[in-house]
């Protein structure tokens, strides 16, 4: 499957003994490094794939269709934006959880929590990200900028929300819903409450909503213990003795939304074919044979289950629109 190449190249040129990113680093940057997650490297694939559901959903819809020459150069500074952005809130989140990832095995050796770092020191080198990320945004049209920055901020909003809601993985998923809505703008899509594309373009965003809440619900399985003892909300603590039903039930919830989205905007058999099956074979695989008392096995499914259902997404609207392309040409 090309995702999992793509995981294992990412994961060997930053975990390889030879090719290892704090080999190549001084000492003192390497508590910097680490608080940007450069080292793990397959969480940038997620918001990079759910943004390019976004634009290859706008890129089919367009009137005209946008050229492939000009989709390619909206992907590029798109990617780039989303690269330093995720970084940067990375960074910003491990300066405002430092106190509860003392508590949490897996975190406690992060920069800030172990003392490497000071939260102040985090939050002025995760300004600096932000502002490279501002600038890196004003490569996109206009039109997008507002959006970008609400996304922004509803991911800055993340770390606060395990304080006080059960519910923070829909806080997260709800900035890429707000990012298809983005990518619209981008390509010239108008996507306003009265437009025809509203509709799909919400029942893709909340889709991808849910597919994030999924996959991190499965992923927080491993701290599931910890978050109890040290007081962080998670959906994780809510689901009961049978989280699977829960997520059998919002996986069925998406294939809904995907079905509605292509419904709504007359796709063709290719969508429901990929984006439709192909992200309900992988999310069915990954909630039927996660065993969530394992940590290893939830961090394994939360990387190829929760990016693999996106690539689908993503991969039957590339597809679409090249179709449309070709006919439309």
């Known amino acids: 499957m090309a995702i999992e190449q793509v995981i294992r190249l990412a994961e060997r040129f930053f975990t390889d003994p030879d090719h290892h990113i704090f080999a190549q680093v001084p000492p003192s940057w390497v508590p910097y490094v680490e608080l940007t997650r450069l080292n793990q490297p397959v969480g940038a694939l997620m918001p990079i794939l759910l943004y390019g559901v976004g634009l290859t959903f706008a890129a089919c ?41 003392r508590k949490v095995r897996r975190c406690r050796l992060r920069p800030v929590a172990r003392g490497a770092i000071t939260p102040e020191r985090a939050l002025q080198f995760s300004a600096a990200q ?3 990320g501002a600038y890196a945004l004003s490569n996109l049209p206009r039109e997008s900028h507002g959006l970008g920055v609400i996304t922004t901020l509803i991911m ?24 298809i809505f ?36 499965i992923y927080a399985y491993q701290d599931i ?9 998670s959906m994780t603590l809510v689901l009961g003795d ?16 995907l079905l509605m989205a292509g419904h709504q905007s007359n796709f063709s058999p290719i969508y429901y074919l990929v984006s439709c099956g192909g992200s309900f074979v992988v999310l069915s695989a990954m909630i039927a044979l996660v065993d969530l008392r394992v940590a290893a096995d939830c961090r394994w499914w939360f990387k190829r289950g929760g990016t693999g259902s996106v690539f689908a997404i993503m991969l039957g609207l590339y597809i679409e629109y090249f179709i449309r392309l070709c006919l439309f040409a």
């Open 61 to 101: 819809v367009s009137q005209p269709l946008i050229p492939m020459s000009e989709f390619f150069v909206l992907a590029w500074h798109s990617d780039i934006w989303l690269f330093i952005m995720r970084h940067a809130l990375c960074t910003f989140n491990d300066a405002i959880d430092y106190e509860y990832d």
């Open 156 to 179: 800055m909003i993340y770390p606060f929300a395990k304080r006080f809601t059960h519910f923070p993985q829909l806080i997260m998923g709800s900035s890429f819903t707000v990012s």
């Open 182 to 217: 983005m990518a619209c703008a981008a390509v010239g899509v108008d996507a306003s409450f009265e437009s025809e594309q509203f509709p799909s373009a919400l029942f893709l965003g909340v889709a991808c909503m849910l597919i994030v809440a999924i996959a991190d619900t």
């Open 130 to 132: 932000l502002i490279l």
């Open 225 to 233: 213990r910890d978050d109890a003892e040290a007081g962080i909300k």
């Open 242 to 257: 049978r989280p699977k039903t829960w997520l059998w039930t919002l996986t069925a919830a998406v294939e809904g939304l």
